[in-house]
């Protein structure tokens, strides 16, 4: 890990998961379930963070400054500010939002209601698992499954992000 505070947070969770669901058992074995627990912890930072990046990185693409925004709002942000574009991009950048938002909507509503929390609002699992009323390991589930079919069916459109 690079960034201190991340690999303190990724320990401290893993401290809790230990705590959590496994404090009734013999303490000869805490160190065996504290490395298999920290290792899944770690797996699944480094998973969510190269997804979030994915979504970030293509999604910034339509930003025109570092402000908090809204991605799909940003056509029309641009259109009030009066920035210098040319109408090829204007278009390019219409369609590509469209068909995200289009993308979107095909969704199942808990695919989609999982990777908008995520993804959108930049929720953690467990803040997102417990506003959906499922479980962690569910919430994983819906974002890899919506991410998947996001990036096939835009790669389908041929767009690549």
Not at 7 to 28: F, H, N, S
Not at 130 to 139: F, L, P
Request: charged share 30%; proline share 4%.
């Amino acid at each position: 890990m690079r960034e201190e505070e991340a690999a303190l947070d990724i320990v401290q969770d893993t401290m809790m998961k230990l705590a959590e669901k496994y404090g009734d058992r013999p303490a000869e074995e805490f160190p065996m379930l504290f490395q298999r627990i920290l290792q899944n912890t770690i797996r699944d930072h480094f998973r969510r963070s190269k997804v979030r990046n994915l979504w970030t990185t293509a999604l910034s693409a339509f930003s025109q400054d570092d402000a908090e925004h809204d991605p799909l709002e940003t056509l029309q942000s641009a259109q009030d500010q009066g920035t210098a574009r040319t109408p090829e991009s204007d278009l390019l950048q219409s369609r590509t939002l469209a068909a995200i938002e289009n993308e979107l909507k095909k969704l199942p509503p808990r695919q989609r209601e999982a990777f908008v929390m995520r993804y959108w609002e930049e929720m953690d699992v467990a803040e997102t698992a417990s506003a959906m009323g499922c479980s962690e390991g569910s919430v994983k589930t819906h974002c890899s499954r919506a991410t998947h079919t996001l990036a096939a069916a835009l790669a389908a459109l041929g767009i690549s992000l």
